[in-house]
């Protein structure tokens, strides 16, 4: 990945071709790509409609009480009231723990500092801390990756499947209503009411190649 910044453009160059984002415009960019990435799939950014950030956590092959212990921790030092939890591959299981890919969402709203702090507070995988360096915003899937074959696609792996909710009555956030709202209908969720939510209705959701794992 090459980017170059100047005043209120950004052009970013990979290996699958040109990006050309118009800061001024955040829904704006154009794209041209002159070569299929191995995985395509899509995800939506963490970024809300005034500039704050809900929270997003990415883990790569770790147990379940990793998981459980990092949202303890930050729910106690940061004050954050929910996480939605799930799992983006399949279970596997020792004695004791199951483990895999997790994704969990936060739909309390943040400040950018804020956020980064966070993240150095939990085991997220390490080239997750690096991701919004490519969209100005952290990302998670929520469709399955495909794979092309000549002019056809296939699945290579499936859709996140949502595992389990936590929610603690003390928070200090407002909540992110398009972000609730891109979970109850991209996954299909019921989710209880949430009080202090604001009145936003878009998310952003992005086309991004990805790896095999």
Same mark, same amino acid.
């Given at each position: 990945m090459f980017k170059i910044e100047k005043k209120n453009l950004e052009f970013r160059l990979s290996r699958y071709g040109l990006k050309l984002e118009y800061k001024r415009m955040p829904y704006f960019n154009l794209t041209f790509n002159w070569k299929k990435p191995d995985l395509i799939t899509q995800g939506i950014t963490n970024r809300c409609s005034d500039g704050k950030y809900v929270l997003f956590l990415d883990y790569d092959q770790v147990y379940l009480s990793t998981v459980l212990e990092d949202i303890? #921790?930050?729910?106690?030092r940061f004050k954050l009231c929910n996480f939605f939890i799930?799992?983006?591959?399949?279970?596997?299981?020792? $004695?004791?723990?199951?483990y895999a890919n997790w994704f969990v969402?936060? =739909?309390? @709203? $943040?400040?950018?500092?804020? &956020?980064?702090?966070i993240l150095k507070n939990v085991r997220v995988d390490e080239a997750y801390n690096k991701g919004d360096y490519y969209h100005n915003a952290f990302v998670l899937r929520f469709s399955p990756k495909y794979y092309f074959r000549g002019k056809s696609f296939f699945v290579y792996k499936e859709q996140p499947k949502f595992f389990g909710l936590k929610l603690f009555k003390s928070c200090k956030y407002q909540h992110s209503r398009a972000h609730l709202n891109a979970l109850k209908i $991209?996954?299909?969720?019921? =989710? /209880?009411?949430? @009080?202090?939510?604001?009145?936003?209705?878009?998310?952003?959701?992005? #086309?991004? /190649?990805? &790896? =095999?794992k």
């Open positions: 303890q #921790t930050i729910r106690k799930f799992k983006s591959s399949s279970l596997k299981s020792s $004695l004791s723990d199951v969402y936060s =739909i309390d @709203k $943040l400040d950018y500092f804020t &956020m980064k702090q $991209l996954f299909g969720l019921r =989710i /209880p009411s949430f @009080k202090n939510i604001d009145s936003s209705r878009q998310v952003e959701i992005v #086309t991004y /190649p990805t &790896m =095999i």
